[in-house]
């Protein structure tokens, strides 16, 4: 189970040394969790549910890809922000990257410094959206109601 007060990073890189450098970098100031493959990358993200997650583009099983795709198709996993680190440094495997999901992509070898301002963002404007989403659907409710009221005041059947 995620604790709650620390955000959780889920690593997956089929590289175990790359896999670990990016959890030292990040484990002072995060949890993280770490996978090797694409199908336990996907089974650990819904299993944990991560707030963000630092993935690889060349894996074992399935590309990096086709996990980031596979996550978002998913209503479960959809909104969890998705970095690419990849030593596929071609703009096009970039662009790829970004296509099927990805908020940001770093290319290895990775800067301790840089990793962590880009998962700070990134983190940052997750819980920005979330507050927003949080500040409409109170609006919606409120609005709702009002409607509501409304209809009774005026003696309207309500829908």
Sequence with gaps: MKDDT???ICVVDDERTNALMLSMMLEKEFDVCMAHTGNDAIAMI??????LVLLDIVLPDLSGYEVCAKLKANPATSDIPVIFVSG???SEYEHSGLEVGAVDYLTKPVSAPVVKARVS???QMALYIEFLEQLV????AKIDNL?????????LKVA
């Design 6 to 8: 620390r955000q959780l």
């Design 46 to 51: 819904r299993e944990r549910e991560p707030d």
């Design 88 to 90: 596929l440094d071609d």
């Design 121 to 123: 963002r990134v983190l």
């Design 137 to 140: 659907s109170q609006r919606d």
């Design 147 to 155: 409607k509501a009221q409304a209809r009774e005041i005026l003696g």
